[in-house]
């Protein structure tokens, strides 16, 4: 399970759009604001920037970003091996009448 401020900087590197990171995770556009100062702050860089009214992910951001989605995906493999072997188990098992 991700924590919710590295969702809200994912969908935020897709949208790059404050307001509509909100809308799509059903939070307020502040709420977004916050996630974001709260994961520069631990990671102690800027992870986007302004350049003329544009908003751009930092070399720092892209770095971040795809380690995250790296690390997304092995979660998700993860959870679909551990589903598959219990799954087998289960089918395996002698049923109990």
């Given at each position: 399970m991700?924590?919710?401020r590295i969702?809200?900087?994912?969908n935020l590197c897709v949208t790059m759009n404050y307001t509509k990171t909100?809308?799509?995770?059903?939070?307020?556009?502040?709420?977004?604001t916050q996630h974001i100062h709260y994961l520069e702050k631990y990671y102690g860089c800027r992870l986007f920037?302004?350049?003329n009214k544009t908003l751009k992910l930092?070399?720092?951001?892209e770095i971040l970003k795809n380690r995250h989605i790296c690390?997304?995906?092995?979660?998700?493999?993860?959870?679909?091996c551990c589903k598959r072997r219990l799954y087998r188990r289960c089918a395996l098992a002698p049923q109990k009448r």
């Amino acid at each position: 399970m991700l924590d919710f401020r590295i969702e809200t900087f994912l969908n935020l590197c897709v949208t790059m759009n404050y307001t509509k990171t909100a809308r799509e995770l059903c939070i307020t556009q502040p709420a977004v604001t916050q996630h974001i100062h709260y994961l520069e702050k631990y990671y102690g860089c800027r992870l986007f920037e302004y350049k003329n009214k544009t908003l751009k992910l930092t070399h720092q951001g892209e770095i971040l970003k795809n380690r995250h989605i790296c690390w997304n995906i092995i979660v998700d493999k993860s959870k679909n091996c551990c589903k598959r072997r219990l799954y087998r188990r289960c089918a395996l098992a002698p049923q109990k009448r």
